[in-house]
């Protein structure tokens, strides 16, 4: 496995050779994060191509506050904020956008539907505010830390405890009555 420094080592060296070892350590992971917040399989890969391209535009400038991770994820998350409010302005409502990813949910290939239980706690999931879904996916399924997630999201640490309880607690909730 290789590290971030290498890869930056590798990109200041090497560009293309550099992107591409950066691209092989991430992609995966940035699908699903981005997977989780847009649910479409084919939007999320539309959006991860965005987010290398913005990735390979703006490599050069990387300061280096932040781990590569945290810039990329970054990146990805303000991508599939930039296409949710995208879908906000077309419909009337962001109950219809949340009604538009559940529709997605339930006609996705890559949900296994016998699962009830893992079925119901993505609706729960989608049920969400959209920034508790994003500190719920980040920490749960990123098991990223909080500072981290500060970084991301540009939020307050004590603020994203309180969403991240929010969060479980409504998903529990929605677990227990639906």
Known sequence: MIN?????????????????LLMDHFQQPIYWHIRRLV???????????????RIFRHLPQFREESSL?????????NECLRFLNMRKEQAVSAEEVQE???????????????????????QAILML????????????????????ISRITDTKVDT??????????KIKEYMVNN
Request: glycine share 2%.
């Open 4 to 20: 971030e420094d290498k890869i930056r080592e590798v990109c200041a060296s090497h560009p293309e050779r550099g992107f591409k």
């Open 39 to 53: 649910v479409s399989h084919e939007d999320a890969e539309d959006i991860l191509q965005e987010v290398f391209i």
């Open 69 to 77: 991770g945290t810039w990329i994820y970054r990146i990805a998350t």
């Open 100 to 122: 538009e990813l559940m529709n997605k949910l339930m006609a996705s290939d890559y949900v296994d539907y016998e699962n009830e239980m893992a079925v119901k706690f993505q």
């Open 129 to 148: 505010p959209e920034k508790q879904r994003i500190v719920f996916n980040l920490r749960y399924y990123d098991e990223l830390e909080y500072e981290e």
């Open 160 to 169: 994203l405890k309180v969403n991240y309880h929010y969060a479980k607690e």
